[in-house]
């Protein structure tokens, strides 16, 4: 082999590595992404799992929750993504970050706020579905 074959060689050869570490590092950046994303979201939950938040009209917030609700005619089924809120006489349940669905229609508040607050144990008690 002349020695420009072994120079056009030799340079292709730098290339494909240079490709592959780059290949490897890209790989590696997205790992090391993903594991701390996972670390600081099971240490975020784990922080804030005991923690709630109640807004000036009366809306409790926790973090998102598994707990699911089955309203009382068991007609529907909602994900309860952490508040609860209580519109006159009608529990209100958030199902998405800025969507809330009625999840029932008391005789009276109270009956809202007793249900309300079933709900509320069930989430702190982690429990996946609760029945009104």
Known sequence: ?????????????????????EELEDKL?????DSISEFFAEGME???????FVLKDGTV????QRTKVLSPDKTRL???YGGLRIDGTTLQVQTRI???NNLCAY????????????????MEQGLSLIEL
């Open 1 to 21: 082999m002349d020695n420009e074959m072994m120079d056009d060689l030799q340079v292709l050869l730098e290339d494909a590595l240079e490709d592959m570490r």
């Open 29 to 33: 950046q997205e790992l090391i992404s």
């Open 46 to 52: 784990e922080i804030l799992h005991n923690h709630q």
């Open 61 to 64: 917030i926790q973090p998102r």
């Open 78 to 80: 909602y994900p309860c």
């Open 98 to 100: 800025s969507s809330w």
């Open 107 to 122: 005789k009276t508040k109270e009956e809202a706020v007793e249900a309300l607050l079933k709900i509320k144990d069930a």
